[in-house]
């Protein structure tokens, strides 16, 4: 196995296609819930059926990731990224001509699988190019796919103007973002056959390719620690994940409905409103690496999930359309914060693992999404989606286990005061 080390300095250039690399898969994966509404009228399906196509998505994605995370740290696959994206393409155009509830379940699992391939991979070159500030990096990388995320719905707010063989058209975009991620993969490629020749080299094994030990694998008390504390923070940085994404999946698959339901406005209305939801989320994301870079990843958890509360808490008794979509921009802005702090916490208290890390959070994280859209569907049929609200809205309370996590030392990168 190689090490996964980081350049010398932030590569931009290539950390900036990562993110659009990002936010042309994530902005097609986010295409499902905004297209629901036209299925559940066409096809005439229900809350449950809604919440099971979300949930094959998100565990097709979820069951893949910690594999191809665990596969690739032992055997790295430089051109998985547009194979994953290739992946995403049989998808969009089976989904742009699904005749039936099950059709669309097979679309959703390409698209699924398509987004599993990717991400452990994507998080590996993330941390090579992220020169010593991986919390910066993962931020960025997030940041373009909430960004995509966002887009998603807006762009498919055009499509249910037109029906839906008119996805057919992402087909076009998805095709473009496979080309776009070839010149990244040979980049990698060069990079490893590089990391091979270095790591050979006599002498060379400790500084590799970084140019410096200050900016190999994060450096905490981490190291120290014995298996079982490691094992009891990342049980902890899991339920955490799973809160967020509870809370979020409510917002990104029945926010539609419930604001359809409570203020009686169009789909393209509330499909706008999502859009707005999901930028304030690409937004909030940028400053979760940073912050913990400079303060530390166990206080922008603090701030980001437990934060998010009150506003949570608040928002089911708010009776006013612009109101409760402000409000929502601000839950969505703060818990975004997190997801970066608790990726870079989990691989700083597992270092050397980059990509099963990073297959792991990401997988678990759709896996929890696909849980909670089973069971919120579910619950939407029987309670009505005001219920599904007041529900989750208690979600971010479950922050409070931040504090049994550990307090970790950061090495400083090189060149920093």
């Not at 994605?61 to 191809?68: E, H, L, N, R």
């Not at 998985?80 to 994206?85: D, E, V």
């Not at 699988?113 to 931020?139: C, I, K, N």
């Amino acid at each position: 196995m190689l090490p996964s080390v980081p350049a010398p300095k932030i590569v931009y250039p290539l950390l900036w296609a990562l993110c659009v690399s990002h936010l042309f898969n994530d902005a097609f994966q986010s295409v499902i819930p905004a297209v629901s509404p036209l299925f559940q009228k066409s096809l005439q399906l229900t809350y449950t059926q809604i919440g099971l196509i979300a949930t094959v998505f998100q565990l097709a994605s979820s069951i893949f990731q910690p594999v191809v995370g665990w596969v690739t740290d032992r055997y790295p696959l430089p051109y998985s990224l547009p194979a994953g994206m290739t992946s995403t393409l049989i998808g969009i155009l089976l989904l742009s001509h699904a005749w039936n509830f099950y059709a669309v379940l097979t679309a959703v699992t390409f698209i699924g699988f398509g987004s599993a391939v990717f991400h452990p991979e994507a998080s590996r070159l993330v941390y090579m190019t992220s020169g010593g500030r991986p919390g910066f990096a993962q931020s960025l990388f997030q940041v373009g796919g909430n960004a995509g995320s966002s887009l998603g719905p807006l762009l498919a707010a055009v499509v249910t103007l037109y029906g839906q063989k008119n996805i057919i058209w992402f087909g076009i975009l998805v095709f473009l973002a496979v080309l776009w991620m070839i010149p990244l993969s040979r980049w990698y490629a060069r990079r490893l056959k590089q990391q091979r020749a270095a790591t050979a080299a006599p002498g060379n094994l400790s500084v590799s390719l970084a140019g410096s030990p200050e900016v190999l694998l994060p450096h905490n008390a981490s190291g120290s620690l014995p298996n079982a504390p490691v094992y009891r923070a990342v049980f902890i940085l899991l339920l955490l994940v799973f809160s967020k994404n509870l809370y979020t999946v409510c917002f990104s698959n029945f926010l539609i409905f419930y604001l359809i339901e409570q203020y009686r406005i169009s789909i393209l209305a509330s499909q706008l409103f999502l859009f707005a939801f999901l930028l304030a989320v690409a937004a909030g994301t940028i400053l979760g690496g940073p912050a913990g870079d400079r303060f530390g990843r166990k206080w922008v958890i603090w701030f980001s999930i437990l934060g998010a509360a009150p506003f949570s808490l608040i928002l089911p008794y708010v009776h006013s359309l612009w109101a409760t979509c402000v409000l929502s921009m601000v839950i969505g802005a703060v818990m975004a914060s997190s997801f970066p702090a608790i990726l870079i916490f989990a691989q700083e208290l597992i270092p050397g693992k980059v990509g099963t890390v990073g297959g792991l959070f990401f997988g678990f994280s759709f896996g929890a999404g696909a849980i909670a859209s089973a069971l919120l569907g579910v619950l939407a049929d029987i309670g009505g989606v005001t219920f599904v609200y007041n529900l989750c809205s208690y979600m971010p309370l479950i922050g409070l286990l931040t504090w049994f996590l550990p307090n970790l030392r950061r090495q400083p990168v090189k060149g920093e005061n």
